[in-house]
Each structure stands twice: as C-alpha cells, then as structure tokens.
C-alpha cells in the first residue's frame, strides 16, 4: 500500500467536513506541549536542586562515609608464662568462617551445616536470629576450621558453589591440653549482650573477644592490648584503593605468672580422675606455685566457639567442671581446722601445756554424745596429740572453753570466712558461723551444742581450697599473711595482716602437726625422708541435705582434706588438697606429699646447677687472661 | 520553487546541540570507565556518533512520504524481529533484549522498533483525514502500538516498551482525542492498575516499591537508587572535576556509563553542568517542536512530535531515576549514555525530523 499525499486527493467525502493536510491546525497544541516540556524540565531541575545545592554536605558526607572505612588491626593478645618463663598460653593463627547474608540461599543452609559439621538445626535457628538485622551484618559460623573443612571451603567458596561463604584469618587462644590449668588460666571468647551493658566492660566493642574466667579475665586488660586501625579508601567490592593512616596495634603485654608448670603438672597428675581441688602457696611472698581444680574442661574449646549443645553439657554435668574448686568449693574443713581451734585455745589461755583430756571414743555434751573418729579412744591426749592423731574429744573440750564467738574471732583472724584476695575472679568467702552470724541469717539463737561441731570443722564451718591454704600458711608463717597472688604484683605489697602471734604457741601447733607426718599421726605414711613436711588431715562429713541429692554411692562418701607445709620452721611452701568424697584425710595427703616433694627436688636441682662448677669445666669456660689478672 | 534540501539547510541549531551532548556523553563515559574493563567505550561511542551521524543524513535524504508508504513492511520487519530476539539473542541480566551481530557488536531491535512506531502514528493518524478520534481507531491504533510494546515487555525489558506508550500518546493528543474517551481510557486504566501489578514480574515489583520506599532494603534493590542520590548530591553546585568523583570512581555508582550517566555526570560537573545539560536538551526539544510547527502536512507533524515526546518521555525517566523521582528502569539517556543501538535510533530519529523540515516548503 503506498501512502497518499492528501492534498493531491482533496477529501470530498459526503458527511466530512473539508479537511486540508497541513499541520497549522495543531499550533495550539504544539505551543501546550512545549509548556509541558517546560513543567517536565523544571520538575526534574528541583530533583537536582534539591540534592545538589540544598543538601550538598550531607550527601558529601555520605559519599566520605561510602569510601573511607576504618579497618580494625587486632592486637595479638599477649602469652601467659609460668614463673620460670615457660610459655602456657599461646597464639596461633587460623582462619574463621562467616556467613555473608547479602547473597544468601536458603537452600545452601543445610550443605554448608553437613559439610562443616555443624547441626543443621543449629545453623537454620542462628540465622533466623540474625532476620531482623541489616543483611551487610555476616554471621560467624566456624572458627578454627580444621584442614578438612577447609578444604569444604575452599572446595566450594566463590560464585558458582556457596558464595555465601567468606574466610577471615585471625588469631586464636591455644591452651595446654587435656584441661591443665584449665580454671586457673581461663578462656577467651566473644563479649556478650550482658557484658557489653555492664560498667565493667564499658569501653568494648560488639565482637571483641575477651577473657571470660581466670586470668584471662582478672588480667584482661593487660592480655589484650589496644587493636590498630587502618583508615583506607575502599571501593565497592571493599578492595582497598588507598591507605589513608595506619594506626598500630599495640600487642597485648605477656603475662607471667607465679605457678611453676612443674608444680601444676605433679599436682595435675596426682588429681587425674579425682574430684577436687589443689592450692600450693609460698606463705612467705602469697605466690600461688600450683592451683588445680578437678574435673576439669577444655578451654581449647571455647576458643572455637563452643556450640550451644557443647556448652549446655558443660553447664549440665553433674560434677561441674567449669565450678573453680580451689576457689569456690565452699565445704566443711573437718579436722584441718583444730589447728586454728590450738591456736586459738594457746593464745587466749584457754588451754596450757598441762592440759590434758582423756579420751574414750566419745564425749557427751549438752545431753548429746559426740563419738571420736577412733572407736577405741585416744586415751590421755595431750595438744600434741590431740593434733598428731586428730583427737576429736581433746577439740570438743577445746571447742567448749572458747566458746563459738571465740572460735569465730580466731578463724576470721587466719582470713577464713572473708575471701583471700586471690588475683582470679569468682572466689568464695566460705562460712564462720558465730552467734551474730547465726540471728542474721537464720533469726536464731546460738546453742552451746552446735560450738562442739564447730571445734571439729564441721558444722556451719565452710571454707575454700585457697583459704586453708592461706590461713595454716599464715600461722605457719608465725601469723604474718600474705595476701595470694598467680601474678606478682608489681610493688611488693606489704602483708595483709601481722596476727603478732605469740612465736611459742604457733610453734607449739607446728609440732602437732609436724607429728602428724614424722611421729605416729595419721598421716605417717606420707612421710618425705629428709623433708620436714608438717600437715594435717581432714575428713569431713557431708552435711544430710547433701546426701539426699547425690544418688551414687561413692558420692555419699566423706570428703578429704589434707593441708601440709615445708619445712616447719620458715615454710617455704604450703600444699591444701580437697578430695572430694576421697574417704579419708590420709588420702589426700600423699597429693601433697608429691607435690612438695617435687618443691624440694626442682630446689635442689636448682641449687646444683647454680653451683661454681668442678675445676676442669672452669677452666674451659673461663675466658683465657681472666685468671691471670685474678692473680 | 527552489528546492531547499542541500546539506546547509539542514537543522544546523539542533544537530550541534545534539553533537554537544554526544560530546559531554563521551567524555563522562571516558571518566566513568577510566580504569574498568569498558575503558574503550568511549571510543566505541565516538564510532557510533560517527555513525548515526551518517544514518541520520541517509535518514533526512528518503522522503518521508515515501517511508510513510512502507510502513506495513517495515512493521511486519519489526515484528519479526522482535519475535526472532528471544530465539537468538544473548541473555544479559535476565533478559534477551541483543541479536549479536558478530564481532563484539549487538543489535538491539526493540530501539530501532522505535522509529517504525513513529512512522506508523504518524502514518495511521495523517490517513484519518479527520480532526477527531472515533472509539475505533483508538482501538485500532491502540492494537498496532499494543503488539510490539508486549512482544519486548515480554524480553522482558519493560522499560524500554514503555518508550512506544508517548509516541502512541501524544498522536492522541494531536490526532484530536476527545475529552470523553480521555476519561474512559483513565478508567479503565485505573481498573487495570491492580491487575497488572500481579502481571509484573517479581523484580519490576520491587524496583516500583523500592521508588516509593528506597530505605526498605538499602544494601538490596534500593542500593542503585541510594548511591544515585549521593552522588548527585556529593556534586553539588560545582561538581567534584572530571575523574574525581568518588561514588563514580569507586563504583559505588552502578552502571556509571549507560544507565547512571546523569549521575555521573551530576557528581563530577555538579548542578552548573546539569543545568548546562538539561539546557541543551531543551534547546533540542524546542527546535524539533519548531520543525513540527513548521511541517509541511499532518504526517510531518506526527512524526516530529512523536520524536520530540519519545526524547522527553526518555529524559525524564532517565533522569528522573538518578534523584529518585522515577523508578528505577533501564532507559538510557538519549545521545549520553554509551549504547550503539540508542546512539544509531536517537540520530535516525534527528533525521526523521530533518527530513521533515527539508520538505516544509514542498507543495
């Protein structure tokens, strides 16, 4: 069909009005069109205006936002070393996993969970926590990928696999194996909603990691060093284009403790498959040598970011690993106590050198009979040994004359019933119960029956691993305690408290205790040849409630204690060992037998190799002409 | 009567104004792209002006009337072409818009079906012989817009058949439409509204609820339209200097040199420049709509106006978009935004009104 011209075809149809082709008819229109232009141009120009001359500065600040991002430098956190340097905590580098949710599927969830060895359930639940946060907000999946999933990652990372997935080396804790130190030295992890809002951790930002328990925690600051920052242009892919200023981490400062690894390990080794505690102290300067809790976790795990099945396990065992027994074990001394309760009685001349009781296997007091530990009876006991052979009768005496308030004066002198001070979080105070004690808490009177349980260290009486330790060093000491310290403080700190005990009766109780190992006591087994180890055994009942919840029959059994130091005379070391359910005093001393023992051993190793060293060694390690001149 | 159709009487005023843009285009695509894998576009861009510019000459020569006279084959061709486009051509981004043409060259038909859409209003109108619109030929003419606009809605690059809806409009509005069918077809419209909303695709919804609400998803599908925005407000009045731009040249900006280049061009030559550009664009607007009023008949009209609303229709999307005043659509920004096949269209159309305007005093 080929187009007409319509002029040259004048339209002369009936019923149509003339019609001449020409475009003049639609000046009006065009003219209307043109102002719609117009409206359009200066409807456009106001979008323009708007952004570029009235809110110019905040959409340069926008753009500054856009390109300049602050990238943080992590400050590799500092070692922890024992007190001859050795290294316990360490770093290493490793590589964690997040999970980007700008590009994330649905359905990749599940392979990534199986080829991670993660739950699936787990993974599905975390990221629907994360729903409601912007999606530039990655979610970190793994730490510490072993080879195997690494090579998952590698194997699927990138556009065509699970692009999901992103690596990020970073730093990671490594702590010794099977649990060693595991309470004392603590773990790392990520800071918490709860933490974050507490005063303590005020100055920390959302994903820093920090010490959750030990010395990780009580030294954090010190551990952690201040993270760098590196200010650079990025474009949109993140890739950096430009460095703008560099900002240095400051390493965290290495941390060296007062524990001798040697020490831990002996006391480790002896606790193996134990429950309790082990608390080894220098009465003279507070050092804590060795401090073990049993059973014990694997902080290595938490430096993995622990799952939540992994951890409610933990939290859930019936032994309680993660419960710090050397500090936290709030339980009854049992016969640890009667030195205190010998002090007491020497000091306010309760009791003299003649004073003697004589014992048949048991006592009545207060219309009540008290049995001794030893049916038979100790007969004519003296303080010494009332003290050598753990004599209940001689204490339940004892316990009578002083009276409970007394008694209470005494113990909370020796640091029991108040905590010690230790550098580590969590500690306990413990129990001295006296009659004000008793109206506080119970809105009761005191009965003179219930001192005589006291005298034993049984009853209300509760005490800590790292108080015993602290207060039979302390007397042994001649009363001058020092306060417990993993990390020596950096100004000698003066003592805590100088009891100014008479040196006649503290040395009176010594040999009691002295008997206890060396003569017929009830530790003579434990004995160390050439060593004054002095000691005392405790065995210590379970109070009823107690019994009821524990199911096991082992568990009903009594817990052991044995606290000892060495030598008697200017102690050099100071050994508390709680075993519980351990049956027997008589147990737990050989734990501190071992320890002390290797106390004394390193020592003379020491010595011997800080010795001048035999003639012909000299005269090869002396430079020559350095003895010409000593002539 | 003298003949006035050598080179000089061509419309000198709107083709340096078009070849000024070209030029700012050009060197806003050499900026944006500087260190990417597109730094020859500019080039590229210089061959296609080169081009059009003969197309546009070769476009201003064949008579219109005659042009007029083919428009059923034309048509027909169109049609083929759009059907043939899904078969062979190359899927980018989702979509099949491209018939690759062989060493690195695509050919993008649904813009050439541009020029066949403007011969065909004006042809269909010019025939009507008639001042007003009857309720038929609205349907007809509706029909014969309708097909093509579906066949590359379906690619599916719904911006770009949108481009055919103003052409078809404003033939309406000088073909003499009446008040009475304006209102019925806004009915109808307004009825189809909510139907067609579940006829779009998924991610034609999002882009329409991103434009009311960019904020919802900043990192997700409002993020071109936030990074527009700052850019074109980081330019400020001055603009921050060619190669300077940081949303540009970190690519925070995306699609800097088609689809974005108004943003670009925002940040690096600030508000003086845009108002030096959309001046052009006006000048050039007025000029084509000075060719229709001075068209020798209906059809010349029809074909300058249909030009001049399909570049308005354009620009405003284009660079309405860039500050957020318009969804996000991926219309290029005519003789600006770097595209052979828009390049080539755009200067086929400036011939078409050339051509007019060497015919005005033929009678």
């Known amino acids: ?631 | 009567m003298a003949v006035y159709r050598s080179v000089r009487n061509l419309d000198w005023t709107m083709i340096l104004v078009a070849l000024a843009l070209a030029g700012l285009g050009i060197l806003q695509i050499y900026s944006a792209t500087i260190d990417t894998a597109w730094r020859s576009a500019w080039w590229k861009q210089v061959l296609f002006l080169c081009a059009g510019f003969v197309l546009m000459w070769i476009m201003a020569r064949i008579d219109y009337h005659n042009m007029l006279g083919h428009v059923p084959a034309l048509y027909a061709a169109s049609l083929g072409l759009l059907m043939l486009t899904p078969l062979v051509g190359s899927l980018v981004w989702g979509s099949k818009r491209w018939i690759p043409l062989g060493f690195g060259f695509k050919f993008q038909p649904s813009e050439f079906v541009k020029l066949v859409i403007v011969l065909l209003v004006a042809r269909y109108l010019a025939e009507l012989r008639s001042d007003r619109l009857e309720g038929r030929d609205l349907l007809k003419l509706g029909l014969l817009v309708g097909i093509p606009c579906g066949l590359v809605a379906m690619q599916p690059d719904l911006g770009t058949s949108l481009t055919y809806v103003p052409v078809l409009l404003a033939g309406l509005f000088f073909g003499g439409i009446r008040w009475q069918h304006v209102l019925v077809i806004a009915a109808v419209a307004a009825l189809l509204m909510p139907v067609g909303w579940f006829m779009l695709k998924d991610y034609q919804k999002a882009r329409l609820e991103t434009f009311l609400d960019p904020m919802r998803d900043p990192m997700g599908k409002g993020y071109q339209v936030i990074q527009s925005k700052i850019a074109v407000g980081a330019g400020g009045i001055w603009g921050r200097g060619v190669t300077r731009g940081s949303q540009t040249q970190l690519r925070f900006l995306p699609v800097a040199h088609t689809d974005f280049l108004i943003s670009a061009f925002a940040e690096e030559h600030g508000f003086v420049g845009i108002l030096v550009v959309f001046g052009l664009y006006f000048l050039l607007l007025m000029q084509i709509a000075q060719n229709a009023q001075a068209a020798p008949d209906r059809a010349g009209m029809f074909i300058c106006m249909g030009v001049c609303s399909l570049l308005l229709f354009h620009l405003l999307v284009n660079a309405g978009m860039a500050v957020g005043r318009m969804p996000v659509t991926g219309i290029p920004l005519p003789l600006m935004s770097y595209g052979g096949s828009s390049m080539l269209s755009v200067f086929m159309m400036l011939g078409l009104v050339n051509n007019v305007r060497l015919r005005r005093f033929a009678a």
């Open chain 1, 1 to 631: 069909m080929r187009y007409l011209r319509a002029e040259k075809e004048p339209d002369l149809a009936p019923g149509r009005p003339f019609f001449r082709d020409e475009a003049k008819f639609a000046a009006g229109k065009i003219a209307a069109f043109q102002y719609f232009t117009l409206a359009v141009f200066i409807y456009l120009l106001l979008g323009y205006w708007d952004l570029q001359v009235l809110n110019e500065e905040f959409y340069l600040e926008k753009a500054q936002q856009n390109q300049i991002k602050s990238l943080p430098i992590l400050a590799p956190r500092g070692k922890i070393l024992d007190r001859d340097g050795r290294v316990i905590v360490d770093n290493h580098e490793s590589y964690r996993l997040i999970l980007s949710r700008d590009n994330l599927r649905p359905a990749h969830l599940r392979p990534i969970a199986l080829g991670l060895n993660i739950d699936p359930a787990e993974l599905e639940a975390k990221v629907h926590r994360y729903r409601n946060q912007p999606t530039y907000f990655a979610i970190p999946l793994k730490e510490e990928l072993s080879p195997d999933e690494l090579a998952f990652v590698e194997a699927f990372r990138g556009a065509n696999g699970f692009p999901e997935l992103e690596l990020i080396k970073s730093q990671y804790r490594v702590y010794p194996k099977d649990g060693l130190a595991a309470h004392l030295l603590g773990y790392v992890g990520e800071i918490s909603d709860a933490e974050l809002n507490s005063p303590e951790w005020a100055h920390h930002n959302p994903g820093d990691l920090i010490g959750k328990a030990g010395v990780e925690r009580y030294y954090n600051d010190q551990l952690s060093g201040i993270d760098g920052q590196r200010q650079v242009r990025v474009d949109n892919r993140m890739n950096t284009r430009e460095v703008l200023g560099v900002k240095e981490a400051i390493p965290g400062r290495n941390l060296k403790l007062t524990i001798d690894l040697d020490l831990q390990v002996v006391a480790e080794l002896a606790m193996e498959g134990k429950r309790g505690a082990v608390v080894a102290l220098d009465p003279r300067s507070g050092d804590v040598l060795a401090l073990v809790s049993r059973p014990a976790f694997d902080p290595n795990r938490f430096a993995s970011r622990i799952s939540a099945r992994e951890f409610s396990e933990l939290v859930q065992d019936p032994y309680r690993p993660l419960f710090n027994r050397a500090l936290q074990a709030q339980l009854a001394p049992g016969s640890t106590f009667k030195p205190i309760m010998a002090l007491a009685a020497l000091e306010t001349g309760a009791i003299d050198d003649s004073f003697t009781v004589h014992c048949s296997g048991g006592a009545t007091w207060y219309g009540r009979y008290f049995k001794c530990h030893r049916r038979g009876g100790h007969g004519t006991v003296n303080l010494k040994t009332a003290i050598a052979q753990s004599c209940d009768v001689f204490f339940y005496a004892v316990g009578n004359r002083l009276g409970i308030d007394t008694i209470a004066s005494y113990a909370e002198l020796v640091g029991l019933g108040a905590k010690t001070g230790i550098d580590l979080p969590g500690e306990k105070e413990g129990v001295v119960p006296s009659s004000k004690w008793k109206i506080r808490t119970q809105r009761e009177k005191w009965y003179a029956g219930e001192t005589i349980s006291v005298a034993i260290g049984q009853g209300a009486l509760t005490v800590t691993p790292i108080q015993l330790a602290y207060a039979i060093g302390g007397i042994a000491n001649g009363g001058v305690f020092m306060r417990p310290h993993v990390v020596r403080p950096e100004q000698p700190e003066p003592p805590v408290r100088k009891a100014g005990f008479d040196a006649e009766n503290v040395r009176k109780v010594v040999d009691g205790m002295c008997a206890v190992v060396n003569g017929w006591g009830t530790a003579a087994a434990s004995r160390i040849p050439g060593i004054e180890m002095c000691g005392k055994t405790g065995t210590a009942q379970l109070a009823s409630n107690e019994l009821l919840r524990l199911k096991n029959s082992e568990d009903w059994h009594d817990n052991a204690w044995f606290v000892g130091f060495a030598p008697g005379t200017n102690p050099e070391i100071v050994v508390a060992v709680l075993w519980e359910n351990g049956a027997h005093g008589d147990m737990a001393a050989p734990i501190a037998r071992d320890v002390i023992k290797a106390y004394f051993d390193k020592k003379a190793r020491m010595q011997k190799l800080a010795q001048p060293p035999a003639s012909l060694a000299a005269a090869w390690l002396t430079p020559p002409g350095a003895g010409k001149e000593n002539r």
